[in-house]
């Protein structure tokens, strides 16, 4: 009954608004030339209006977004998409996810950085430390919460982010970013951009930060510090107007520190804690090339280079290859058509502790994938269905299919009523089917030593998602427009602990007897939740944007399954409620606050009591070329514990007050 | 993989609407006021105007003789390339007569002979090949209008251009006459004009 009420609520929107459109184009038709001239329009970008009609529960940050927010980092960006869960365990280690499922390195989201998938085989997560560039270099962060598998592939699962770098042209000039603050104790960036001939844009930037030490749960001093250096360059050149080709690529240096865990030996096999700093180092290059035949077809060659180098519990050494292409046709009068293929080749090694070690330590892998998608115009302007499907074979599970069906009905110029049912994969990541995780153990009353953990299972299938999405976006008036999404998700094949057999084992010696659990796929669940956001220009000074996010997950395991923390874990990862608010305030001379609240409610499993983080922060605009800020963080409780690694790997401390002052000069 | 297994779904698909419902609900009604509430003040958008502008045009410019395939030919407005006007061209010509005409809407191709058009509108996305359209309709009494950058410079006939968040419009008069375009002195009156490559200045 509820429900009924609600669609005939949501028609009798539509019919209003969409009368309304009729009685404003008659009112347009009947004006004279002189009428036309003086009336004033709203100004919303084509990107703005092709993102509005999107099948999907897309967010865009953009570069004002990312400027007025003061976030000093990628992560902390993320934290105003309603629907996305940020946890920040220690300085340099985060769980994030879209949609619950969260756990530090997150293995249902994909992650780009201009088209380059940044997650690693070695956990299907994100490394987030390494995932950087100079913030002011970024035109926006594109944020689909829900599945992407049928175009992205597997990990695609709750939410893909695609983070978007500005051309080389965009960039001309010198800039110059410096600041410091007493957790962000130093950064800086220095960039140039200029032009090479006539047809090639380019430019080279370093950057740098040194951030303090978070507090830990017993002492001031969380060994948490880090600091990086970076250095890139992008180019962008256009051969002629049928070729464009850029390249892009950075190299990064870093150290950072933790409250590492490890066994000192399997004789005395209990979990050591002990603050130890570790060098990461990586760097990529790609290359993007793109041919126009016509207007009605273009293609895409992308051709990336991946390496990194941690040297933390499991040091480990990778790099990946990838090769895209991607072919884009109109076809006929109503299809818009999107194919492509894929290949990727990814080789690490590892050293591995005790610990946690891989089994085999070395391992090259290869993934291969193709995808088609095609937008039919039902009924053009008004009615799109884009049915689309990817197919993968990837290491372990083999292959596998992502099919999916969208369908956009646009009742008017300013409102988007869109639909989805998508089925994604979770593919094993060498953790899964390799790892060797060892929690502790003991000796037995034969004095023989036992050790305690996990081992991975290459048999390992991949879980797999099917997700019902339902979203209306609405422009109701030049200030005010409203986005919400709905979903419900049945997941099947979930990852579950299970008992084996004990074991005995002679390397690393002495002997000794292992008490294992294995990786199954024994859960299945349901989960939904809703998602809305709206941004009210409230008067030509002030900006206020709302959102907030309900999520509800609910696990079930197989009868034949004897775990015990797989369901907790899944429901519990994330907050049921989340909310954020922003306000904008640009004020004379140049100035202007800005301050973000963002709530998030208890989360259950590790337990963190619901906390509200408050950022907010001044900057005056001090002509075109200078800028100057100051931002507080976290203002409203110090030391507040934000997130808990469940398998206890990764130590956390806690959040603490901060603030930074910054100067901004573009030459 | 593959056991039976009972599941209590449809429940739990209830439970899953109901929440969904009582969400949708709640919301659809706030939307359905705050949509009552501000359709008074709304604005139009930008391609609102411009599309009422590319209406307004076909009555300010006579075309010659043999343009028309009869007295009561309909004058034909082109698009080519993405449609930014959405459904508000369309409707905004509905029933309309000019000079004892009608006014149909055409999507056109780059390829196509765009020649049949009285009016084309070169979208932003056919940038790269404005010139090569516009090289296609040279002498062809074809009025080209587009919103791309120094498209009025570059030989196109007008120009949309934003100021202020009001839509203004530039007309290359030498373009317009050597296309046999006769544009009314009132069209120009409210226009900038500009001449090819600013040449004649």
């Known amino acids: ?273 002990s603050p130890e700093a570790g060098n990461l180092t990586g760097g990529s290059l790609q290359m993007v090339w793109k041919h126009t035949y016509s207007a009605r077809s273009d293609t895409t060659l992308q051709i990336s280079y991946d390496q990194y180098r941690r040297d933390h519990i499991l040091a480990e050494r990778r790099g990946t290859i990838g090769i895209d292409f991607a072919h884009h046709l109109l076809w006929g009068e109503r299809q818009n058509v999107v194919w492509g293929v894929g290949y990727r080749y990814s080789a690490s090694e590892s050293d591995g502790s005790l610990s946690y070690f891989l089994v085999p330590a070395n391992l090259n892998i290869q993934l291969f994938s193709s995808f088609v998608e095609d937008e039919i115009a039902v009924v053009r302007n008004r009615l799109y269905v884009t049915p689309g499907a990817k197919v993968e074979h990837n290491y372990y599970s083999g292959f596998g299919v992502m099919p999916s069906i969208r369908a956009v009905w646009l009742p008017s110029a300013h409102q988007t009523v869109w639909a989805a049912a998508s089925r994604a994969l979770r593919t094993p990541a060498e953790n899964d089917a390799a790892g060797r995780v060892t929690f502790g153990g003991f000796t037995a009353a034969d004095g023989m030593p036992v050790l305690v953990g996990i081992v991975g299972n290459p048999k390992l299938a991949d879980e797999s998602f099917a997700t019902y999405e339902l979203g209306y976006r609405t422009r109701l008036s030049d200030r005010l427009s409203v986005d919400l999404a709905a979903y419900y998700t049945e997941g099947d094949h979930q990852e579950t602990s299970e008992p084996v057999a004990p074991f005995f084992e002679a390397l690393p010696a002495p002997a000794h007897l292992v008490l294992a659990q294995e990786n199954e796929n024994l859960m299945y669940g349901e989960a939904h939740g809703l998602e809305v956001f709206a941004t009210w220009k409230v008067s030509r000074r002030l900006t206020l944007s709302p959102g907030y996010a309900f999520e509800r997950i609910h696990e079930h395991l197989d009868p034949s399954s004897q775990d015990t923390t797989s369901v907790a874990a899944a429901e519990g990862s994330s907050p049921v409620n989340s909310a954020q608010l922003r306000l904008h305030l640009s004020l004379p001379r140049g100035l202007a606050w800005d301050t973000y609240a963002y709530f998030v409610g208890r989360i259950s499993d590790p337990v963190v009591p619901s906390y509200t983080r408050l950022d907010t922060g001044l900057t005056w605009q001090a002509g075109e070329r200078l800028s100057f800020s100051i931002f507080g963080q976290n203002l409203l409780k110090n030391e507040r514990l934000e997130y808990v690694d469940a398998s206890q790997s990764t130590a956390f401390t806690l959040m603490k007050r901060s603030a930074y002052a910054k100067i901004r000069w573009v030459l | 993989m593959g056991s039976v297994r009972p599941r209590p779904r449809r429940l739990l698909f209830a439970l899953a609407l109901r929440t969904a419902g009582w969400f949708l609900f709640a919301l659809a009604a706030g939307v359905l006021f705050c949509a009552i509430g501000a359709a008074q003040s709304d604005q139009p958008s930008e391609y609102e105007v411009k599309a009422a502008f590319l209406f307004n045009f076909t009555k300010f410019v006579e075309w010659p003789d043999g343009s028309f395939d009869g007295p009561h030919a309909p004058i034909v407005i082109g698009i080519i390339g993405d449609d930014p006007f959405g459904d508000s061209l369309t409707r905004i010509v509905a029933g309309q007569q000019v000079q004892g005409r009608s006014v149909v809407i055409r999507k056109e191709r780059f390829g196509e002979d765009l020649r049949r058009c009285h009016v084309l509108f070169i979208s932003a996305s056919e940038r790269q090949r404005s010139a090569q359209i516009l090289a296609g309709l040279r002498d062809a009494s074809v009025l080209t209008v587009s919103d791309i950058d120094g498209f009025a410079e570059a030989g196109g006939s007008m120009q949309f251009v934003m100021q202020e968040n009001r839509v203004r419009f530039l007309v290359n008069l030498d373009a317009a006459t050597q296309s046999k375009l006769r544009v009314s002195a009132k069209l120009l009156a409210l226009a900038q004009v500009v001449n090819h490559g600013q040449a004649a200045r």
């Open chain 1, 1 to 273: 009954m509820r429900r009924r009420l609600a669609i005939a609520a949501l028609m009798a929107t539509t019919v209003v608004s969409s009368a309304y459109a009729q009685q404003q184009t008659a009112k347009l038709s009947a004006m004279s030339l002189e009428d036309l001239l003086n009336i004033e329009v709203t100004s919303v970008s084509k990107t703005e209006q092709k993102l509005s009609q999107t099948a999907s529960a897309i967010y865009v940050i953009t570069q004002e977004d990312i400027q007025r927010s003061g976030a000093t980092n990628i992560p902390d960006l993320l934290r105003m998409v309603p629907g996305m869960d940020v946890g920040q365990i220690n300085a340099s280690s985060w769980a994030i996810s879209a949609r619950g499922l969260n756990e530090l390195y997150s293995h249902e989201l994909l992650v780009m950085v201009d088209g380059r998938t940044v997650y690693t085989p070695t956990s299907g997560g994100v490394y987030w430390d390494v995932v950087d560039v100079p913030l002011e270099d970024i035109e926006r962060i594109e944020v689909i919460r829900g599945p992407g598998g049928s175009v992205w592939g597997a990990n695609a699962v709750n939410g893909v982010v695609n983070i978007i770098t500005k051309t080389a042209a965009e960039t001309r000039g010198a800039m110059v970013v410096a600041g410091g603050g007493n957790l962000d104790q130093g950064f800086g960036t220095l960039q140039y951009g200029g032009s090479a001939g006539q047809s090639t844009n380019y430019r080279v930037y370093s950057k740098y930060f040194n951030q303090g030490q978070l507090p830990s749960a017993t002492e001031a001093n969380g060994a948490d510090g880090w600091r990086f250096l970076r250095g890139g360059f992008r180019s962008d050149t256009n051969l002629s107007t049928k070729n464009s080709l850029s390249f892009q690529g950075d190299l990064y240096l870093g150290r950072e520190g933790l409250f590492a865990k490890s066994l000192p030996s399997v004789t005395m096999p209990s979990l050591v804690q």
